[in-house]
């Protein structure tokens, strides 16, 4: 009996520990960062994954969105998962379920972030009735 007990604390303390030991520090990535070329920006909370999309909550609470100064329209961070400090992997969806991507989005040593596009659909936006890409590389910075 005395054993059972013992085997179960052990394995229960493991477990937390391995949770515990597997959660990476995101809180590089919280706020709101932008890419004035392309007029685009990245709203996220990874760390809380807490972020709702203005005029789109039925979603629920996101780890982030991908949006345009022009443009309605959002793609989606529908899941993060971060590789140390400053490097995360993004999955993506645009706000109607049609298409999807993976991303990366790194913390440089500047401060800058540069996402990229690494499988999936091409991420685009509205400009003038038509669609424009958005390139495979981008570099944003932290809004004022």
Request: overall charge positive; aromatic content about 12%.
């Amino acid at each position: 009996m005395y054993m059972k007990r013992l085997t179960i604390l052990f394995a229960t303390l493991l477990f937390a520990v391995t949770i515990h030991a597997q959660r990476t520090d995101l809180t590089a990535f919280v706020g709101r960062i932008y890419n004035s070329e392309y007029k685009v920006y990245i709203v996220m909370d990874f760390q809380k994954q807490n972020v709702l999309v203005p005029d789109q909550e039925i979603f629920g609470p996101l780890p982030g969105y991908f949006g345009s100064s022009d443009d309605s329209r959002k793609w989606l961070f529908t899941n993060v998962k971060g590789t140390g400090a400053t490097l995360a992997h993004i999955k993506i969806t645009n706000d109607y379920g049609s298409e999807d991507l993976t991303a990366t989005l790194q913390l440089n040593k500047d401060g800058s972030y540069t996402f990229k596009q690494v499988a999936g659909s091409t991420l685009k936006i509205a400009r003038n009735r038509k669609w424009v890409k958005i390139p495979a590389e981008l570099v944003f910075t932290r809004c004022k």
